[in-house]
T-cell receptor, first 108, second 117 residues
Framework: AQRVTQPEKLLSVFKGAPVELKCNYSYSGSPELFWYVQYSRQRLQLLLR??SRESIKGFTADLNKGETSFHLKKPFAQEEDSAMYYC??????????FGKGTHLIIQP | KAGVTQTPRYLIKTRGQQVTLSCSPI?????VSWYQQTPGQGLQFLFE???????NKGNFPGRFSGRQFSNSRSEMNVSTLELGDSALYLC????????????????FGPGTRLLVL
């Protein structure tokens, strides 16, 4: 069975500090990994996906198959980054498997 | 383009009743997925429909069912409601993938909040 673990329920950092949201997965094949974000009073939306290898809003994430991780990083946090972040895995027949989410709070 | 819409937005039912939730995908999107979100279990995949056929199904009991119409609109039904069915039900639509087994970006609706008393 595929599984996604986000070990931190809550992460609080100061504005301008680096941010790293951890995501570990369990899947026997080659997964597709995603980060979804939900800002306050907004819908869940895609932030980035590993196959695109792009930076969105300053965030990047690298798939590390050896460590089965897909951590989300940003070098300098901004207040508007405060949101719920969900790591998700697609392994084929089981749809998207989401982690339980990390609530990121950026303090001024 | 208009986003994914879900109706109703809020619903209160009692145990044993059944409920039908509706989802209208973004125009041109033919794949619709449903998720259940609860504080304890988080976001869990219910099922996915594509071209009126259920393509994938999550680990939920048979009380949870769905269907998709020719215009890609989808409904999900929960029969014999239990207290534990209280949740936010999210619908997401996506374009059909051009590659086998590849997940396209999912666009989520606002959800239907169901409370079972």
């Amino acid at each position: 069975a595929q599984r996604v673990t986000q070990p931190e329920k809550l992460l609080s950092v100061f504005k301008g500090a680096p941010v790293e949201l951890k995501c570990n997965y369990s899947y026997s094949g080659s997964p597709e990994l995603f980060w979804y974000v939900q800002y306050s009073r907004q819908r869940l939306q895609l932030l980035l996906r590993h196959i695109s290898r792009e930076s969105i809003k300053g965030f990047t994430a690298d798939l590390n198959k050896g460590e089965t991780s897909f951590h989300l990083k940003k070098p300098f946090a901004q207040e508007e980054d405060s949101a719920m972040y969900y790591c998700a895995l697609h392994g084929g027949a089981d749809g998207l498997t989401f982690g339980k989410g990390t609530h990121l709070i950026i303090q001024p | 383009k208009a986003g994914v819409t879900q109706t109703p937005r809020y619903l209160i039912k009692t145990r044993g009743q059944q409920v039908t939730l509706s989802c209208s995908p973004i125009s041109g999107h033919r794949s619709v997925s449903w998720y259940q979100q609860t504080p304890g279990q988080g976001l869990q995949f219910l099922f996915e429909y594509f071209s009126e056929t259920q393509r994938n199904k999550g680990n939920f009991p048979g009380r949870f069912s769905g269907r998709q119409f020719s215009n890609s609109r989808s409904e999900m039904n929960v029969s014999t409601l239990e207290l534990g069915d209280s949740a936010l039900y999210l619908c997401a639509s996506s374009l059909p993938s051009g590659r086998a087994r590849m997940q396209e970006t999912q666009y989520f609706g606002p959800g239907t909040r169901l409370l079972v008393l």
